[in-house]
């Protein structure tokens, strides 16, 4: 994990950022105000391009043996989003630095206003069991 104190600052001067502590393998970002066809129409491109899929060779090698600059996964995170919210997922793998800013970028073509990355939202896993009804068992001859 990539720590540090969560941060805000606007990317490109104009697309407010906020970042918390994230893992480069799963890169956590929550994209407000766009469309949500237009940030995964771009996002789509962005992923392509990073994947290596579209222009073979237009991804700068990693000068490390065995690794390739290339990104391993993007998941969409559809019980997150909302209607001006789209939330994803993305393992950066072996690329450059460069994948997250023209992401970030990506996003801003989209329409968004607002950008976080950083932690995932996570929803609780069922009921506070500080919550739940206590049962009493009635001993015999208890009435």
């Not at 962005?46 to 043996?65: H, I, K, M, Y």
Request: charged share 25%.
């Amino acid at each position: 994990m990539v720590t540090f104190k969560p941060v805000r600052f606007n990317h490109d001067g104009t697309l407010p950022l906020q970042v918390f502590p994230f893992f480069w393998t799963a890169a956590a970002l929550r994209v407000k105000g766009a469309s949500p066809g237009a940030v995964r129409r771009e996002v789509t491109s962005w992923a392509n391009r990073w994947f290596d899929l579209v222009d073979t060779g237009q991804v700068e090698p990693v000068s490390e043996p065995d690794l390739h600059g290339v990104i391993h996964r993007l998941q969409y995170r559809d019980s997150e989003c909302t209607w001006d919210v789209v939330a994803f997922e993305v393992d950066l793998g072996s690329a450059h630095i460069e994948s997250l800013m023209t992401l970030l970028d990506a996003t801003k073509r989209a329409g968004a206003n607002e950008v976080t990355l950083g932690p995932r939202r996570r929803r609780p896993r069922g009921p506070d069991p500080a919550s739940r009804p206590v049962r009493i068992r009635a001993e015999p001859g208890d009435r």
